[in-house]
């Protein structure tokens, strides 16, 4: 999740399941569209999806969906080292009430690979 009008350096990508062209803002971000691209099952990509009166804030969900059978499927993408952070958790506890009060399922987390030492 992107706090709504971020400024931040961002990735411009296109992709045929994308109407218009997909800023990313992580690495994490990037190559989940490249999957999501790659996804037989999605027919639509929508990235930074604004979570309208949403009580922490103006935030986006990363990314919005549509599959083949017409559901849609949200995913949001999480550094794994900010799991545990209090904020990290509320803003992802907003994302997901706030699709399931729109009738969506297909809620998830995308999150980078874990490193070992």
Not at 5 to 17: D, M
């Amino acid at each position: 999740m992107v706090k709504k009008n971020y400024k931040g350096r961002c990735i411009k990508l296109s992709l045929t399941k994308s109407k218009d062209v997909l800023k990313l803002y992580s690495k994490i971000q990037e190559r989940c569209a490249v999957l999501l691209q790659e996804d037989k099952e999605v027919t639509e990509i929508r990235c930074n999806v604004p979570l309208d009166g949403l009580s922490v804030g103006d935030y986006t969900s990363d990314f919005v969906c549509v599959k083949k059978n017409k559901d849609i499927l949200v995913r949001e993408c999480v550094r794994r080292c900010h799991l545990t952070k209090p904020m990290t958790v509320k803003l992802l506890d907003a994302s997901r009430n706030y699709w399931l009060r729109h009738g969506v399922m297909d809620w998830g987390i995308v999150i980078d690979e874990e490193r070992t030492v």
